[in-house]
């Protein structure tokens, strides 16, 4: 199905990966009424998953093109839970983001714009949130981030 979020998408010359399938004893999205919640979407490009840690050895623009790699995750996984539709998304409510850093850095906002900043760029004004970003000392798999929305859906 082709819609007006899709013809963003391939505007912006963004293409969506396959929704990623649940690592662990849980499902990747759970709809109750008409929120959307979407478990956290880990750092991962067309190479494989991106690992490492802000503050040793990742910038934050190294941070902040993982986090938008979650943010392509989150809208593929939204895509599947709406069937196929992502025009069924009314607004991005909240994101939870986590920084894989050493304890000295202080620079989580920054890196989890780079999810915020393309969700704005493919949803306009839908894509405005409530967010949190916060550090973790280590996450899955060694990856630099991880993110988990709540979407409104129609």
Same mark, same amino acid.
């Not at 490009?45 to 093109?65: M, R, Y």
């Given at each position: 199905m082709t819609g007006t979020i899709d013809a963003r998408l391939a505007g912006l010359g963004l293409t969506l990966p396959e929704a990623p399938a649940p690592a662990a004893n849980y499902v990747p999205f759970? *709809? !109750?009424g008409d929120l959307l919640f979407v478990s956290g979407q880990i750092s991962q @490009?067309? &190479? =494989? $998953?991106i690992t490492g840690k802000l503050g040793d050895g990742l910038s934050? !623009? &190294?941070g902040a093109e993982a986090a938008r790699r979650c943010g392509l995750s989150l809208l593929a996984q939204a895509r599947v839970a709406c069937g196929g539709d992502l025009d069924r998304i009314v607004r991005v409510v909240k994101l939870? @983001?986590?920084v894989n850093s050493t304890p000295g850095f202080t620079d989580q906002p920054e890196v989890i714009n780079g999810c915020s &900043? $393309? $969700? +704005? #760029?493919? $949803? @306009? #004004? %839908? =894509? *405005?949130? %409530? *967010? !949190?970003a916060v550090s973790a000392a280590a996450l899955p *798999? @060694? +990856?630099a981030v991880e993110i988990e929305a709540i979407f409104q859906v129609r």
């Amino acid at each position: 199905m082709t819609g007006t979020i899709d013809a963003r998408l391939a505007g912006l010359g963004l293409t969506l990966p396959e929704a990623p399938a649940p690592a662990a004893n849980y499902v990747p999205f759970v *709809r !109750a009424g008409d929120l959307l919640f979407v478990s956290g979407q880990i750092s991962q @490009g067309p &190479d =494989g $998953l991106i690992t490492g840690k802000l503050g040793d050895g990742l910038s934050v !623009a &190294d941070g902040a093109e993982a986090a938008r790699r979650c943010g392509l995750s989150l809208l593929a996984q939204a895509r599947v839970a709406c069937g196929g539709d992502l025009d069924r998304i009314v607004r991005v409510v909240k994101l939870t @983001g986590f920084v894989n850093s050493t304890p000295g850095f202080t620079d989580q906002p920054e890196v989890i714009n780079g999810c915020s &900043d $393309l $969700l +704005v #760029e493919v $949803l @306009g #004004e %839908a =894509g *405005r949130h %409530a *967010r !949190a970003a916060v550090s973790a000392a280590a996450l899955p *798999r @060694g +990856v630099a981030v991880e993110i988990e929305a709540i979407f409104q859906v129609r």
